[in-house]
C-alpha cells in the first residue's frame, strides 16, 4: 500500500491527541483514575509543543495515522507510531520504522508489554529491550549491533569460523 508522510501542522493538533490517546488506553488497561487524568494532561500539553516534529500519514487524500521521532540521548526516539486499525497489517508500518532505521545508526522505543505483535516485529527489525517497567519495554536498534548480530547469525549458519577461533589455531 502506498503512504505519503506530510509534516504535522497546528490543525491536526486534535487529531494527533486522540491518535496518541487510543495508542496508549489500547494497551494500558485497567488504569487508576489519576493516571488516566495524568495521560491526558501530558498529552494535552505536548502534543501542541512537539507538533513541529510529528509526521501525519496519508494514504491518497485519507489521514491514516502519524508519527513522532525527535533528538534522544545518542540517536532518535521512535516516540509514537500509530495506524488506523484499517490500515494495519499491510506492511506500512514495518516500511516506516525500517525507513527510521536506514536514517538513524541508534532509535529508541517504548512498547507496551501486552502489544506482543509489536514487539515480535520490532524484534525481527533488530530492537532488543534494554529495560522494563511493570508495563512497557524500553527498546534500542543500534545499526553497529545489528549488523554485528547478523554478521555472527551468517558464520553461524555457513559453519564460519570467527577470526577468534582461526587466532587460536
Known sequence: MIYQLKKATIDNTDLLIQYKLKNIFEYAKDLPK???????????SHIP???????IIQV???????????DYLDGVLLDE???EEEYRNNKIGTQ????VLSNYSIVYLWVYKSNSKAI???EKLGFNIIKSTETRYFMKYSKLQYARDNHKKWELEHNFASEEDWNEK
Open 96 to 99: 516506516i520504522i525500517s525507513n
Open 120 to 122: 515480535k516485529l520490532y
Open 34 to 44: 489519576e493516571e488516566i487524568t495524568k495521560i491526558y494532561n501530558y498529552v494535552n
Open 49 to 55: 509543543k512537539q507538533i513541529n516534529s510529528y509526521k
Open 81 to 83: 507510531i500509530f495506524i
Open 60 to 70: 491518497g487524500n485519507r489521514t491514516i495515522g502519524c508519527l513522532l521521532v525527535i
